[in-house]
T-cell receptor, first 111, second 113 residues
């Protein structure tokens, strides 16, 4: 959402390595944390999401972890492939349920 | 597979002219979003609807932009008059309700000359 910070802003990894993208949020009322992927020239698409009553969620090579105490959540991609190269957006929907995006993190996977 | 439909795909207009974009969300989706995305930036939320009601339009430049969703189904975003800085991709997205997966349309690429 509006108060979500993403870091780093760009990330480059070797194919086959893991990539981790971290985000922090400030709204204690946030209870839904989706991650969107946007490939060049395409529309954003949800790749994984997590709700505040869960600490971790996995879907094949992708996992998301949530630390409510520290107010941060992370995206983990294992065995990265060139098709993972894209802009990734982390966001939250707080008490007002607004779905807002930051600048995103550009992930480049080097073959 | 159901998709969010947007038209037109591309629009070129002269500055000071009026332009309108149309969005048809996935059937049954009560929440509808309009975003503007400038190249190299993330989508900027312009307006969010819940059925026919505006939930948030705090970032909508109301002197020139308007949005409506009269019957709570399809929606129209209008710009009048268009300015050079309005050149961007306009994305529509819908969700069953807020706080669930949002599905995006292919967008309308607007160029103001």
């Amino acid at each position: 959402g509006e108060n979500v910070e993403q870091h780093p802003s760009t990330l480059s990894v070797q194919e086959g390595d893991s990539a981790v993208i971290k985000c922090t949020y400030s709204d204690s009322a946030s209870n839904y944390f989706p991650w969107y992927k946007q490939e060049l020239g395409k529309r954003p698409q949800l790749i994984i999401d997590i709700r505040s009553n869960v600490g971790e969620k996995k879907d094949q090579r992708i996992a998301v972890t949530l630390n409510k105490t520290a107010k941060h959540f992370s995206l983990h991609i294992t065995e990265t492939q060139p098709e993972d190269s894209a802009v990734y957006f982390c966001t939250d929907t707080g008490a007002n349920s607004k779905l807002t995006f930051g600048k995103g993190i550009t992930l480049s996977v080097r073959p | 597979e159901a998709e969010v439909a947007q038209s037109p795909r591309y629009k070129i207009t002269e500055k000071s002219q009026a332009v309108a974009f149309w969005c048809d969300p996935i059937s049954g989706h009560a929440t509808l979003y309009w975003y503007r995305q400038i190249l190299g930036q993330g989508p900027e939320l312009l307006v969010q609807f819940q059925d026919e009601s505006v939930v948030d339009d705090s970032q909508l430049p109301k002197d020139r932009f308007s949005a409506e969703r009269l019957k709570g189904v399809d929606s129209t975003l209008k710009i009048q008059p268009a300015e050079l800085g309005d050149s961007a991709m306009y994305l529509c997205a819908s969700a069953t309700v807020a706080n669930t997966e949002a599905f995006f349309g292919q967008g309308t690429r607007l160029t103001v000359v």
